[in-house]
């Protein structure tokens, strides 16, 4: 990371702090007007936007670098932090003794869904940010990103788990899951993506070229 200057390593971070929160987040089932989910559902989103902006910025190639950088440091904090509190519950410092495998089906299922997800997203934003108009490619993009990368991550993490809840409603939480951060996607994040782009940009700007990052 020490060839990785700012703003980049402010994008690491996020990328570290929405890994962890989304893993341990998504261990808490929630039911909205009937309809079951976790707060999981409310914080990964924001992975996307940071991973679009490195793209629009910075280009496709350090955003790969971003992700995997971001990928094992996030991954371990979310196994100390949710099996420390697992089912969002405290489970006391001594749980780490103990190896949690439906915490380690959390982290295993977050490294297959982030790293497809993520990928797959660099991978439409880098075809659509030529063009003309900004808001097609964090759309589109979030699009397929969030597709795969939800129902990777829910199929690995809780099919026949051993927490009966998640085991039996994760094809409808996955859905619901997909569904939410389409809706914040379209209404929330684009519009937060266009501010936050032209923020970044300044910054940029004001610190010079990045070209040696």
Known sequence: ??????????????????ITISNYAVQIPITIFG??????????????LT???TVRIFGQSHARKIVFFALLPGLLLSYLIG?????GQFQGIGALTIFSIFVFRISAASLAAYVIGQL??????????KMKTWWPAPAASSVLGNLLDTYTFFA??????????????????????????MSASVIIFVPIYG???SFISRLVARNGSLENM
């Not at 797959?120 to 940010?129: G, M, N, T």
């Open 156 to 181: 690995v993490a809780f099919f026949e788990t051993n927490d009966a809840f998640l085991a039996e409603h994760w094809i409808e939480i996955a859905f619901v899951d997909y569904l939410v951060k």
């Open 35 to 48: 309809i079951n989910s976790t707060l999981g559902t409310f914080t990964y989103p924001f992975i996307f």
């Open 1 to 18: 990371m020490d060839k990785i200057k700012f703003p980049l390593k402010w994008l690491f971070l996020a990328h570290v702090l929405i």
């Open 120 to 129: 797959s997203d660099i991978l439409v934003f880098q075809k659509l940010r």
């Open 83 to 87: 099996t420390v509190f697992e089912h």
């Open 195 to 197: 501010m936050v782009l």
């Open 51 to 53: 991973t679009d902006l």
